[in-house]
């Protein structure tokens, strides 16, 4: 079945650093994918949706200059996360779904924690 | 805003089946029920989905009621491995809408 990979798992870095995180479609192109964000005990939050060859669309409230989202290729996305602090210690997760799938439901990658210290 | 509702947390007992019931009265006609769950520290886990007919798969089964207003994801015989955020989510048949999530339901399966 359809397949999302993402790297890193686990990333604990200083203040101040930018973080890059990867999100790959393994069997299948993706034109969208989509990144979430998750803080302890809640829910998943709808960060912004990586566009192939163009820009991001970023929820309400997310800084586009604080995360940079790259989308080069049909299978990756990044997530940049510049000069981060450690309000922005979370999980962040990626997702996407095979292009003209209909109904077909959407996979996720299985996280990065992201511990900024 | 999530479209749908679902208690905060439920108990099974291992071995007897996990009824998880959502309310979802203003979905559209083109919009499917789909059901996630997420493991601790893991990213959200497909499980099944479905427009109004009732839906069954190796991991789970799906009643809709006609009115297609609630749904009820039923696990069969629940396991340790079934404990988790069980998350009930409504999406529209075509486009490439994101999947909103609400709070889901924390499901407990007590040895």
């Known amino acids: 079945g359809a397949v999302v990979s993402q790297h890193p798992s686990w990333v604990i870095c200083k203040s101040g650093t930018s973080v890059k995180i990867e999100c790959r479609s393994l069997?299948?192109?993706?034109?969208?994918m989509f990144w979430y964000r998750q803080f302890p005990k809640q829910s998943l939050m709808l960060m912004a949706t990586?566009?192939?060859?163009?820009?991001?669309?970023?929820e309400q409230g997310v800084e586009k200059d604080k995360f940079l989202i790259n989308h080069a290729s049909l299978t990756l996305s990044t997530l940049t996360v510049t000069s981060a602090h450690p309000e922005d210690s979370s999980f962040y997760i990626c997702?996407?779904?095979?292009?003209?799938?209909?109904?077909?439901?959407?996979?996720f990658g299985d996280g990065t924690r992201l511990s900024i210290l | 805003d999530a479209k749908t509702t679902q208690p905060t947390s439920m108990d099974c007992a291992e071995g007897r089946a996990a009824n998880l019931p959502c309310n979802h009265s203003t979905i559209s006609g083109n919009e499917y029920v789909y059901w996630y769950r997420q493991i601790h520290s893991q990213g959200p886990q497909y499980i099944i989905h479905?427009?109004?007919n009732n839906e069954t798969n190796e991991m789970a089964s799906l009643i809709i009621t006609e009115d297609r207003k609630s749904s009820t994801l039923i696990l069969p015989h629940a396991t340790l491995r079934d404990t988790a955020v069980y998350y009930c989510?409504?999406?529209?048949?075509?486009?490439?809408?994101?999947?909103?999530f609400g709070k889901g339901t924390r499901l407990s399966v007590i040895a």
């Open positions: 997702s996407a779904r095979p292009p003209d799938s209909g109904n077909q439901p959407q996979h």
């Open positions: 989510i409504v999406r529209p048949y075509s486009g490439n809408t994101p999947l909103v």
């Open positions: 479905g427009l109004k």
């Open positions: 990586s566009n192939e060859g163009s820009k991001a669309t970023y």
């Open positions: 069997d299948f192109q993706a034109t969208t």
